[in-house]
């Protein structure tokens, strides 16, 4: 790649200590405030909690993350993680080269381990972020997998930075954090403790001392203020933040505005400027619109540009950061999930009514909550009542949409299948209706996206909550689900069990009675079945090299598919289903040349890529190497490329970072495979391809954060070959017409699976 490409802004990033001498003056809020009012500046920002006696910066951001991700966020692993790392590998049995120790963390990796987004970043500005390092997981897995509480306890800080050398640690995290953000802001402990030290005097770039205008408060951080100045100099640059100020208008806070600046001066080294300059631009002031909880000020204001408290913040932060920070405009909908999510657990029917109506995310948000409160309450044993319970089910299972506000969605639907599996144990009669109801949307919509195994286990199920009704509906409905087991053995390779099933949809299939005559749509479901069972023996054929037979069956039933009208959406959707099927078989390379020539061969993917979009995904790369390989025009090419990465029914970028994210081999081959076909769209207009190109950019900064996130790496030379591949990609796609802008995300994210994968050596990938 080119170095014009593939440079970003250089980074010398500020680090900025949040500190007080006593809790309880709004130190952590103010930070946290200030942190996302720079992040929403388009700033890249880390917050670190080095409170590790009672962290809480993560608090602030539980209403930004959805249920999983808060969960993830209390387990991710932090400071107190980082250091045991370095300590424990120091001694015996773990005691390993202390050169490779420190290249380790020279690179950056233990602490690329512990980092983790507090917001969305589709709420933030491009290239920003609001990242945070919390205190420790709750398990420090670096210290013999003990308890948080157990580790911080036992753990020496005199021992780590006198006996082993923990000052390099601090350096390295502290060259690691201004190389890769712009402003990194830490929450101190209280106190004169070590830990305090380090963020006042061995860390930071500015330390603002926060204090409210009591005695104590004062004298505390005039001390702290001349220890900072007697130990660094002039190195750290110490500023007094008061928190707090109340009737500026009093004797009583004259009065404590004059000694405090006495103090400051005679103990804390500051000059009358400087002391009546931070009074001036950083004190906040007392403000009734303070939240009861830990949220931003911004979320809880009527107008947050006319907040006094959401204004303090920003005046704080633009003298502290250097560079002025405006109050955001807030995307109400976000704001007002931010809120839902901060409610009581436990809602009211009449708000479960109403989530049917909202935005299809934010319901999803609102019912992760509700839906794990109702299952822990069932587990424990207590009471639920029904007409709720029975009302948040229905909600889940059928909010327009919903499916595709997010693939985590279906995390959601398969905890509501668990909560009536545990009701319907209590109940059969009750709840054996509503699980069925639930266990067929779910399968519905999420079948191509969970794996074999579940898929399954929940056909299985579900036949057997289907067998013992006797309602042809029921009938029809146990048929399709047994021909959706036939092709689950199939994709596994159990051809025996495929047959055996087939066998069974054939006789269910013969025992629908035929009096009285069933209604068109009945008639249907039928002719679908008949055409499913010689679409397996066609699959079963063409595994065994019986290529005319199974080139004939293919042909005939998609005439009678093409030659069919349907009614239906759910019909429509099924014969759409059929003929993806039937066009990706003709496609594929199984067949010889002088059976399906290369030039069919790529209509037939085209059209499968057409008729079954989502369904296209699972079978991108079989599709993209027959329009390939077909030497298909570069229209051709580019209708394919629209019809797969650039369709808009649905957030094509998170399906492929899903598929294909998962394995660094497979990942390749989605990136040679949408290199080749960038190429071959190179002779069109670069007008005509912009969009897609966009598209392909956006899919491939999903497909490379989910394997960061994943820690996936493979053996070097697939390694290597990997990142050529995205290299070749990315030049591909400037060649073709994106601008250097366009390309900043995709660039961003491939250095920081590059710098944080590279030396995490092999794994089976």
């Not at 690329?112 to 609001?130: T, Y």
Request: aromatic share 8%; charged share 25%; with cysteine.
């Amino acid at each position: 790649m080119s170095e014009s490409l593939f440079e970003s802004l250089p980074r010398n990033g500020r680090i900025i200590t949040f500190y007080s001498f006593k809790g309880g003056v709004g130190r952590t809020m103010a930070l946290a405030n200030v942190a996302f009012l720079a992040a929403m500046q388009g700033r890249r920002v880390l917050m670190m909690d080095w409170d590790l006696e009672a962290p809480g910066l993560g608090y602030y951001f539980r209403g930004q993350l959805d249920a999983p991700e808060a969960r993830a966020l209390k387990e991710a692993p932090g400071i107190l993680d980082i250091v045991c790392e370095w300590s424990q590998a120091l001694k015996p049995p773990n005691k390993i080269d202390a050169q490779q120790l420190l290249r380790r963390f020279e690179s950056g990796i233990p602490f690329d381990n512990c980092v983790h987004s507090v917001i969305a970043s589709h709420a933030l500005p491009r290239g920003a972020c609001l990242d945070l390092i919390g205190a420790g997981g709750r398990v420090i897995k670096t210290f013999g997998d003990k308890s948080y509480e157990e580790a911080l306890t036992e753990f020496s800080w005199p021992r780590f930075l006198n006996d082993e050398a923990g000052g390099v640690v601090l350096d390295a995290l502290r060259q690691w954090a201004k190389r890769e953000y712009d402003f990194i802001f830490l929450d101190s402990r209280t106190g004169m403790a070590d830990v305090a030290g380090i963020c006042t005097m061995q860390l930071p770039d500015v330390v603002a001392l926060c204090f409210i205008l009591n005695r104590q408060n004062m004298d505390g951080v005039a001390k702290i203020a001349g220890a900072v100045r007697a130990e660094r100099s002039e190195q750290v640059q110490v500023r007094a933040a008061p928190m707090r100020v109340a009737r500026s208008d009093t004797t009583e806070e004259a009065d404590a505005r004059a000694r405090a600046t006495a103090e400051l001066i005679r103990v804390g080294g500051f000059s009358a400027d400087a002391v009546r300059e931070d009074f001036a631009t950083l004190a906040v002031a007392q403000s009734e619109s303070v939240p009861f909880y830990e949220t931003l000020a911004p979320f809880v204001a009527t107008d947050p540009k006319l907040d006094l408290l959401t204004l303090n913040y920003a005046r704080l932060g633009s003298a502290l950061i250097g560079e002025a920070l405006e109050v955001p405009e807030i995307d109400s909908a976000l704001v007002q999930l931010v809120r839902r999510r901060l409610q009581p657990r436990h809602a009211t029917l009449e708000y479960v009514s109403k989530l049917r109506t909202m935005q299809p995310e934010r319901a999803a948000g609102e019912l992760s909550v509700l839906i794990d409160s109702a299952f822990e309450a069932a587990l424990n044993g207590e009471s639920l009542d029904d007409d709720y319970v029975f009302a948040l089910v229905e909600v889940v299972i059928s909010i327009p949409e919903l499916s595709h506000a997010s693939l985590d969605v279906g995390d959601l639907q398969s905890r509501t299948l668990d909560l009536l599996r545990e009701l319907a144990q209590r109940d059969a009669l009750k709840w054996r209706p509503a699980l069925i109801g639930a266990a067929q949307r779910y399968f519905d919509v999420y079948e191509f996206t969970i794996d074999s195994e579940e898929q399954l286990l929940l056909l299985e199920e579900l036949d057997g909550l289907l067998a013992d009704s006797s309602t042809i509906a029921t009938k029809l409905r146990r048929i399709h689900y047994r021909r959706r087991t036939v092709a689950a053995y199939q994709a596994s390779g159990n051809s025996e069990s495929a047959l055996q099933t087939l066998e069974e949809v054939r006789t269910l299939i013969k025992n629908i009675p035929t009096s009285p005559p069933l209604a068109q749509d009945q008639m249907n479901q039928l002719v679908f079945a008949d055409i499913d069972t010689n679409l397996v023996e066609a699959d079963i054929l063409l595994d065994q090299k019986e290529y005319h037979k199974a080139l004939t069956i293919y042909l005939t039933q998609l005439e009678r598919l093409t030659r069919q009208t349907f009614d239906l959406e759910e019909e429509k959707n099924e014969a759409a289903g059929f003929l993806f099927h039937l066009h990706s078989a003709i496609a594929s390379a199984r067949f010889p040349s002088e059976m399906v020539s290369l030039e069919e061969r790529a209509d037939h993917a085209l059209a499968a890529a057409q008729t079954g979009r989502v369904s296209a995904v699972m079978r991108f790369n079989q599709l993209a190497l027959a329009v390939a390989t077909g030497k298909a025009s570069a229209q051709k090419q580019l209708a394919f490329l629209v019809a797969t990465i650039g369709f808009a029914e649905f957030r094509s970028k998170r399906l492929y970072s899903n598929v294909f994210g998962r394995q660094l081999r497979t990942a390749d081959a989605f990136v040679q495979s949408i290199t080749s076909l960038v190429r071959g769209t190179q002779e069109l207009p670069a007008t005509h391809r912009e969009a897609v190109l966009e598209a392909i950019a956006e899919t491939m900064t999903a497909l490379l954060s989910n394997l960061r996130r994943r820690r996936i790496v493979g053996q070097t030379p697939m390694f290597d070959k990997f990142v050529a591949g995205i290299d070749e990609l990315i030049e591909t796609l400037h060649a073709g017409g994106l601008a250097r802008d366009q390309l900043v995300p995709l660039i961003t994210s491939y250095q920081a699976f590059f710098e944080g994968l590279r030396n995490t050596g092999p794994s089976s990938s």
